[in-house]
């Protein structure tokens, strides 16, 4: 949560474009710093209320990327395309979790349904994405950025093909400050 604090200015030591992410740095912030920002500098100065806070300690996480098997369950069907959603969530760190890549793990190709849509306009290519088999949803054309916040609602559908699964796998990519 944003409290007000504002970064003392002066000299940046440059961290967040170094690979891999040091263990800890130390240096002063200018402008107004993300949550990950402070989460890679060890100690910093702020000015909050007119009086500057010095070595002000900040706990140094590292950011984690794993990929795991997640399942979107069917929904009742009211007519034409079976949906299936479900949310995505990492119980606890989601404020610091981003959606990296989902891959269609189905055999199937799934619509996925775009942000202020709903599963009654499946039929529509302007509403969906459609991923095949095996495929990636690209997550700039879904859902306009490149990786999303957590949780994340994740909603798509399928033809009807002979067969109504009860669930749809995914493989989901994600990160997170541990």
Aim: charged residues 10%; aromatic residues 10%; glycine residues 8%.
């Amino acid at each position: 949560m944003y409290d007000g604090f504002r970064p003392a200015t002066g000299e940046v030591k440059n961290v967040l474009a170094e690979a891999p992410y040091p263990a800890a740095a130390s240096g002063s912030i200018t402008g107004v710093p993300s949550v990950t920002d402070l989460m890679y500098f060890a100690d910093f100065s702020c000015e909050t209320a007119g009086r500057t806070i010095e070595q002000a300690s900040v706990a140094v996480h590292q950011v984690k990327t794993l990929t795991t098997l997640f399942s979107l369950n069917l929904q009742p069907i009211l007519e034409g395309f079976a949906p299936y959603s479900n949310t995505f969530t990492l119980y606890g760190n989601d404020s610091t979790g981003h959606m990296l890549a989902i891959q269609n793990f189905s055999t199937p190709a799934l619509a996925f349904v775009k942000p202020g849509h709903s599963t009654s306009e499946c039929g529509i290519a302007s509403a969906v994405q459609i991923v095949p088999s095996g495929g990636f949803v690209d997550m700039n054309a879904l859902y306009g950025v490149p990786k999303t916040g957590l949780p994340l609602g994740i909603l798509a559908c399928r033809e009807y093909d002979g067969t109504i699964p009860a669930s749809m796998n995914l493989s989901v990519t994600y990160d997170y400050l541990d």
